[in-house]
């Protein structure tokens, strides 16, 4: 296991780990935890053999309770613009890593917590886990991309509640305004985040890959442009021996071998 100053990284069976590891703190983010969230996703993306990413939080209070507040106290405004922009990039980074992120949540996710699980391709989270965008309570606003992710995953209208009231709401309420994918007991949290990642892997890595930047940039333009898009990652997925073993295989109704190629 790999080890940072705040987070914890490992590689197991074609899945990377990264736990957030400040638990005294409920695994708020300060700047060298942000530096080592970058550094883990950059390796799990330039690993060839990492198929998928859980990203969770140490202990079982938190998944990440938001920034720590102790280090924003002190910013100057340029300092957190800086921030916020070195934040926005670690999650993008997140979001856009060609490979599945499941948001393991196991306990709070606000601020940065949420926005950070957002980022994630998949959120699943214990019964008792919380959420929430608390930054107007502190004279701020979200600013590792929440204003902008939160809206395109519940729409406008439970974004800006969210948002301008600041308050908790229950990983029961997150799932019914489709903030998370699932609610699982917290014994089976890890376990269900690696059994969707290993669906996942048995299909083909190129489709996986394309699929998620179909939907990533697709968010991003109008739908006509989305599926020009679409139709020309198609084109490219139609090129690829993993689309002749694919539809050889169900033709031949057997289980498919793909390569990744």
């Not at 998928?52 to 920034?67: E, H, M, P, Q, Y």
């Not at 306990?107 to 994630?120: D, K, P, Q, R, S």
Request: charge should be negative; aromatic fraction near 6%; charged fraction near 25%.
């Amino acid at each position: 296991m790999s080890r940072f100053e705040n987070v914890l990284y490992d590689k197991r069976a074609g899945i990377a780990y990264v736990t957030v590891n400040r638990p005294k703190a409920l695994n708020a983010l300060d700047t060298p935890t942000w530096t080592d969230l970058r550094s883990a996703f950059e390796d799990a993306r330039d690993d060839v053999d990492v198929r998928g990413v859980i990203l969770t939080g140490a202990g079982d209070r938190a998944f990440i309770a938001g920034a720590d507040i102790s280090e924003l106290a002190h910013v100057t405004a340029y300092e957190a613009q800086q921030s916020s922009r070195f934040g926005q990039g670690v999650l993008d980074l997140i979001e856009n890593l060609g490979k599945p992120v499941i948001a393991a949540i196991n306990g709070f996710a606000l601020g940065g917590g949420c926005e950070t699980a957002m980022a994630c391709t998949i959120r699943i989270a214990v019964e008792a886990a919380k959420f929430g965008q608390p930054e107007v309570k502190l004279g701020l606003l979200p600013g590792g991309g929440g204003t902008q992710r939160l809206p395109r995953l519940v729409g406008k209208g439970h974004a800006l509640q969210l948002i301008l009231t600041g308050e908790m709401i229950s990983a029961q309420e997150a799932y019914r305004i489709g903030l998370v994918n699932e609610i699982v007991p917290a014994a089976e949290l890890i376990a269900r985040a690696e059994a969707i990642l290993k669906t996942i892997a048995s299909n083909a890595p190129i489709a996986v890959r394309l699929s998620l930047e179909a939907a990533n940039k697709g968010a991003e333009t109008s739908q006509s442009e989305g599926q020009l898009l679409e139709a020309s990652y198609f084109g490219l997925c139609a090129a690829t021996e993993d689309k002749k073993e694919g539809t050889s295989a169900f033709l031949e109704k057997r289980a498919p071998r793909f390569q990744g190629r």
